[in-house]
């Protein structure tokens, strides 16, 4: 059992950055690759990072390549967002979530191959 609580979200003008963390619990942390997805009022939740288990190898959508970085810390059971450039578009509650499926190299913008997910946390980007 893993359990995620994100921080660090809040408003941000247009063009500014923010960083986003989820804290895990547990002892397993480095077992999970680690996601981000985001959702909007009305859209399906959208895939925005994903980091491999040792951190060795990180994915992203072209929507948010070359704005949005993902680390990990496995020492301290954290993953990060960075978000840089930020456009009123990223406006969206933002969720971490945890994977031990084998397949996550190849399916990690699904959101059923997660088994955890945190409760969310608010960005507005105001233009």
């Known amino acids: 059992q893993v359990q995620l609580v994100e921080s660090g979200g809040g408003l941000v003008q247009a063009g500014g950055s923010l960083r986003l963390s989820c804290a895990a619990s547990?002892?397993?942390?480095?077992?999970?690759?680690m996601g981000w997805f985001r959702q909007a009022p009305g859209k399906e939740r959208e895939f925005v990072g994903g980091i491999s288990r040792n951190g060795g190898t990180s994915y992203y959508p072209d929507s948010v390549k070359g704005r949005f970085t993902i680390s990990r810390d496995n020492a301290k059971n954290l993953v990060y967002l960075q978000m840089n450039s930020l456009k009123p578009d990223d406006t969206a509650v933002y969720y971490c979530?945890?994977?031990?499926?084998?397949?996550?190299?190849?399916?990690?913008?699904?959101?059923?191959?997660?088994?955890?997910w945190g409760q969310g946390t608010q960005v507005t980007v105001s233009s």
């Open positions: 979530a945890a994977s031990q499926a084998s397949s996550y190299y190849r399916d990690h913008a699904r959101p059923s191959l997660y088994d955890y």
């Open positions: 547990g002892r397993t942390f480095s077992r999970y690759a």
